[in-house]
T-cell receptor, first 114, second 108 residues
Framework: DSGVTQTPKHLITATGQRVTLRCSPRSGDLSVYWYQQSLDQGLQFLIQYYNGEERAKGNILERFSAQQFPDLHSELNLSSLELGDSALYFC?????????????FGPGTRLTVL | GQQVMQIPQYQHVQEGEDFTTYCNSSTTLSNIQWYKQRPGGHPVFLIQLVKSGEVKKQKRLTFQFGEAKKNSSLHITATQTTDVGTYFCAYNFNKFYFGSGTKLNVKP
């Protein structure tokens, strides 16, 4: 158990819908990262927050948005869902924001868009 | 632009054989990390390499960072079925990148 929690575990929805994925980082970690992993694919970095502020942006679609709240939990919002958005979405956390930080991954949310 | 290639994509070995995965960059990296993802699981941090020519060992796993800090390798000696999974290198270049991963299958 990494100490990072993600809810829900599974999500099944239809095209065009909007969903929110939630992540709680490890106690004491200020940085939160979101990744997308499609079937048998690598991890695509989406976005990073540090202590409530956006720190780095990856290949995140305009239909997707995220935020980190004062209690440090984070939410990833996916809207106008398409079939291709079906994937595993991982949240990770680390103590600080820099490159030399081990990332602790949550169990992931499996999103299925029908 | 920044590009790191990870090879091979797949490796099937007999239990007891060795395994190596490589990450090769077109530019110098400040550091590199290695993660393991078991089937159905999430990535788990293994190690971080920072110094040129660095070699680190964890039991049967040996990690190397090249002298020019452009390549790295993970070598597993005498694989076991518990080594099954996908091994990713990861690095930061303004944002975070993971290599495409090497999927290791170990036949008992």
């Amino acid at each position: 158990d990494s100490g990072v929690t993600q809810t829900p575990k599974h999500l099944i929805t239809a095209t065009g819908q909007r969903v929110t994925l939630r992540c709680s980082p490890r106690s004491g970690d200020l940085s939160v990262y979101w990744y997308q992993q499609s079937l048998d694919q690598g991890l695509q970095f989406l976005i990073q927050y540090y202590n409530g502020e956006e720190r780095a942006k990856g290949n995140i679609l305009e239909r997707f948005s995220a935020q980190q709240f004062p209690d440090l939990h984070s939410e990833l919002n996916l809207s106008s869902l398409e079939l291709g958005d079906s994937a595993l979405y991982f949240c990770a956390s680390s103590v600080a924001q820099g490159a030399l930080n081990e990332q602790f991954f949550g169990p992931g949310t499996r999103l299925t868009v029908l | 632009g920044q590009q790191v290639m990870q090879i091979p994509q797949y490796q099937h070995v007999q239990e007891g054989e060795d395994f190596t995965t490589y990450c090769n960059s077109s530019t110098t990296l400040s550091n590199i990390q290695w993660y393991k993802q078991r089937p159905g699981g999430h990535p788990v941090f293994l190690i971080q390499l920072v110094k040129s020519g660095e070699v680190k060992k964890q039991k049967r796993l040996t990690f190397q960072f090249g002298e020019a800090k452009k390549n790295s390798s993970l070598h597993i000696t005498a694989t076991q079925t518990t080594d099954v999974g996908t091994y990713f290198c990861a690095y930061n270049f303004n944002k975070f990148y993971f290599g495409s991963g090497t999927k290791l299958n170990v036949k008992p």
